[in-house]
């Protein structure tokens, strides 16, 4: 934070280059990589400080630079913290130039303390150690800097606390999730009620609440990144992925008459499902505990006109259905939900019909051993609560469930973490290149920065591996 201050006559005694106690030494100071060179003027010393970082030598090629005195104490130990002067100039400088231009006319100059930061504009003069030079070198920049404008060092104190505990605070704010599951309240439904109604979720995924699929060719076209976002449409892949995931399920479409969609969204699985890969020979039902996608569900059935299609609220781990009821379950991203994931599979594979198959997608965790770090156990943790999610498991584990609860189905696991990793970020290109529908509607801003934040930390968890993009097929004994 730049803040102009008002200038106050000093009681500083200028250095000049010609000083007869002028003394220049070279050394290295830590951390900035820069050269130093000591002007001893008996003590304190200052220090000019040229810096050779990548920002520094950027800019001096652009003509900028920066420089740094530094107060060191009798024994010439540098007190890093002590006085920073910035410079702005045109040219690149030697260090001579540098020091005889920030004791004459400097442009911008920062003096810091340990805790004080003041920055001043065309100074006339140069601080210099002042003949009483008794002074250590901390005291003398603390009373420096209180005579040089008391009013703005408080104000600029002030304002560098205001600022920090606000980066603090916006730190924290979108470091705690928002959405946290919480058992018996519907939360889940709830959030998807919300979503539903706001409409910006359909707008930008389409009918479709689960990841894309992108194959080979398309990730070498560069499909789903910002350059490349228009390679395969977003809302396309996700079509393309139901596409996938129905021959993944290896389910003969002339053997299947219904199809259960446990955890179904706005029903865009269950209607292609219905209308394209099964077709209208199946039954289609779809389930969620969102009233308000069930309505919609049922809205696009009807305004698609696909009559084999149809929605209900109820919950998965409580089905209504009797035993043996469905050809093909079918459950795409709604496993991350649940709070019970054995109840889940259980009820799942009590629905199923035997032979028939269970086809599910879901966001895992990976499988331990080796046990999760405590790193990893907090990146895990932002990724449930944030988007009301219980726990996630591993694939390996939803095949463990399996096998228990119907000891010799036949169960095949995939990963499909390569083919769907790119939505992450393809979603969060589809709003920058169409922004339109959040600015318009600024009370969902907030919302959507959330959002953004837990799609990108979402990719970096599956580009670590900690997440896992798990596929299951099961053929029921
Ligand atoms: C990420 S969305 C997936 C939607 C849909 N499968 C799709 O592919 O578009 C998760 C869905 O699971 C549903 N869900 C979560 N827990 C559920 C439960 N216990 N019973 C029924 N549905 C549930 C939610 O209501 C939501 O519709």
Redesign the pocket.
Known sequence: MMMMMMHTPLPVQHLSSSSSSLNISTKRTAGSGGEAKSIFTGSPKLVLTTFSNNRTRRRRKEGGGRARALAADRNNSVDKAVLQIERKQQQPRSIDTLRNEALGQLSSTTISTKGTELTGKKFAGFIAVPSQAQANSRSFIAEYCRNINHGSQAAFSFGGILLAASLVKIKNVLDTPSRTYVQGENT??NE?DAWTKEEILEYYWGE???LGYYNDDDLAKGAGTLLGHKVKDFIEAKEDFVDEMFKFSKAEKSKVTSVL?????IG??SRRLASVCVGSGAQVTG????QE?AKRANDLAKSQNIPNAKFEV????NMSFADNSFDLVWA???GE??PDKKKYVEEMMRVLKPGGSLVLATWCQRETPPELTKVEKSQLQFLYDEWAHPYFISIQEYGRLVEACNPGAAVTLDDWTKQTIVSWRHSIWAGVYDPLPVFTRPKIWYKTLRDIICLERMQRAFKRKLMVYGMMRVVKK
């Not at 109820?314 to 781990?317: Q, T």
Request: charged share 10%.
């Open positions: 889940v439904g998807y479709h609440i689960h969609d446990v955890g179904c969204g865009g699985a389930i969620t505990l969102s996608q109820m919950d998965a781990l795409c991203e709604s939900h649940m």
